[in-house]
């Protein structure tokens, strides 16, 4: 393409791959820095609390959203309404949350924490805060805050 220049690959210095001109792309560093987040978070969070980053996602949105329904909850967590099913019914068969029938609309259900969900959550959001500052170590508390603002800014 005229007036475009492409530099020269840089190789992934960890597995010896060139990744080519992707290696200069925003979409490209957002994939793989979330895709390190997930990792840590697996062999932390989810190894001490059996929780993966997406239920506690949902988990947090039910518990400061008491009541949500699972339409809305889907809608806020920007999901399938047909797959929320499956991460309702997770939180639910480990005793986190509720689902409650709403009055006026049996097909419709409120999700609300149970006692023990709200007992449990205190220790994952403890988990999750030390997975969150390990995995962030490498940033001065600057340039977390920096790069926090800079990501939402895409969103």
Partial sequence: M???QVKAAEPDE???TSFGPMTDELGFHLRRAQVAAFKHFAQTVTASEGITPGLYGMLQVIANNSGLTQSALAEVMEVDR????KVVNALEDKGLIRRDAA?????SYHLRMTAE?????ARIEAAVARQDREFSAGLSDDARRLLISLLKRLY
């Fill in 14 to 16: 960890s597995a010896g």
């Fill in 2 to 4: 005229p007036g475009r």
């Fill in 82 to 85: 047909s797959s929320i099913v």
């Fill in 117 to 121: 969900g709200t007992l449990a959550m």
């Fill in 103 to 107: 009055p006026n609309d049996r097909r």
